[in-house]
């Protein structure tokens, strides 16, 4: 099988319950330079981060259920798409108004209609500059090979391996993108059987500048490394300030 999906454009939905909801979507609306679009949705549950510049690719939903974040792949033809995603390993959870899937491994991801989306919006201009410019899928060991295999199939974008670290597996779609996906392998140690998603941000030489930014407003730093410091955003969720260039 070597047919794959064309991708025009990809949108990191930041999805988190009712009870930290307005303070997550505060915080990342702050930190993007973002204005926050009207409501939509029957229950006014889905919102878009308006960038200064650009097309958008970063959105909100308020969910019952914990916090997390997916992933909408943009095409030109959903149900296409759909059945291909199927015959490479995806379930459909729902295909109402949203295809909804979960690949192999569990990651939720969502099959949308490319409206001509191109326009990657510039860094950031805050204290230093910085954007969200990578989703991280986050695999258990167990599940990697046959996630990693699934997304580079998929997508049919090229397996990069990560120069220092051997649980680094990048798949880029080109620079018409916003977003470059990192397939990281997680350790024994990690608790959980399904692949679930973060968000980085790159930040050059600053991310430790950027880390006292986000602290400032209600973002905890985890631990703080030589290539990448991991967050908790107000509602808890994980994300990181990196060294990548923004």
Same mark, same amino acid.
């Given at each position: 099988?070597?047919?794959?999906?064309?991708?025009?454009?990809?949108?990191?939905?930041?999805?988190?319950?009712?009870?930290?909801?307005? !303070?997550?979507?505060?915080?990342?609306?702050?930190?993007?330079?973002?204005?926050?679009?009207?409501?939509?949705?029957?229950?006014?549950?889905?919102?878009?981060?308006?960038?200064?510049?650009?097309?958008?690719?970063?959105?909100?939903?308020?969910?019952?259920?914990?916090?997390?974040?997916?992933?909408?792949?943009?095409?030109?033809?959903?149900?296409?798409?759909?059945?291909?995603?199927?015959?490479?390993?995806?379930?459909?959870?729902? /295909?109402?108004?949203?295809?909804?899937? =979960? /690949?192999?491994?569990?990651?939720?991801?969502?099959?949308?209609?490319?409206?001509?989306?191109?326009?990657?919006?510039?860094?950031?201009?805050?204290?230093?500059?910085?954007?969200?410019?990578?989703?991280?899928?986050?695999?258990?060991?167990?599940?990697?090979?046959?996630?990693?295999?699934?997304?580079?199939?998929?997508?049919?974008?090229?397996?990069?391996?990560?120069?220092?670290?051997?649980?680094?597996?990048?798949?880029?779609?080109?620079?018409?993108?916003?977003?470059?996906?990192?397939?990281?392998?997680?350790? !024994?140690?990690?608790?959980?059987?399904?692949?679930?998603?973060?968000?980085?941000?790159?930040?050059?030489?600053?991310?430790?500048?950027?880390?006292?930014?986000?602290?400032?407003?209600?973002?905890?730093?985890? =631990?703080?490394?030589?290539?990448?410091?991991?967050?908790?955003?107000? /509602?808890?969720?994980?994300?990181?300030?990196?060294?990548?260039?923004?």
């Amino acid at each position: 099988m070597n047919q794959h999906l064309e991708i025009g454009w990809l949108t990191a939905f930041i999805d988190r319950p009712a009870a930290t909801f307005d !303070a997550s979507v505060a915080f990342w609306a702050e930190i993007t330079a973002s204005r926050l679009s009207a409501p939509r949705g029957d229950n006014h549950e889905f919102a878009t981060l308006l960038p200064p510049q650009g097309d958008a690719y970063l959105r909100v939903q308020r969910l019952a259920e914990a916090p997390r974040v997916h992933l909408d792949l943009h095409v030109q033809d959903v149900n296409a798409a759909r059945d291909l995603a199927q015959q490479h390993g995806a379930k459909t959870i729902d /295909s109402r108004a949203t295809t909804i899937m =979960t /690949s192999p491994g569990g990651f939720v991801f969502c099959l949308v209609t490319h409206h001509g989306e191109s326009s990657v919006p510039p860094p950031v201009a805050g204290v230093h500059p910085s954007r969200v410019n990578q989703l991280s899928i986050d695999i258990p060991a167990s599940l990697y090979e046959r996630e990693s295999a699934f997304w580079s199939a998929l997508t049919g974008w090229n397996r990069i391996s990560s120069d220092h670290y051997d649980e680094f597996t990048f798949l880029d779609g080109g620079p018409h993108l916003p977003l470059r996906v990192l397939l990281q392998r997680l350790g !024994a140690d990690h608790v959980g059987d399904r692949a679930e998603a973060h968000l980085d941000i790159g930040c050059g030489p600053h991310k430790d500048a950027m880390t006292e930014a986000h602290a400032a407003l209600g973002a905890t730093a985890m =631990t703080v490394g030589q290539h990448w410091n991991v967050m908790k955003d107000p /509602s808890g969720s994980l994300y990181c300030l990196t060294s990548r260039d923004p």
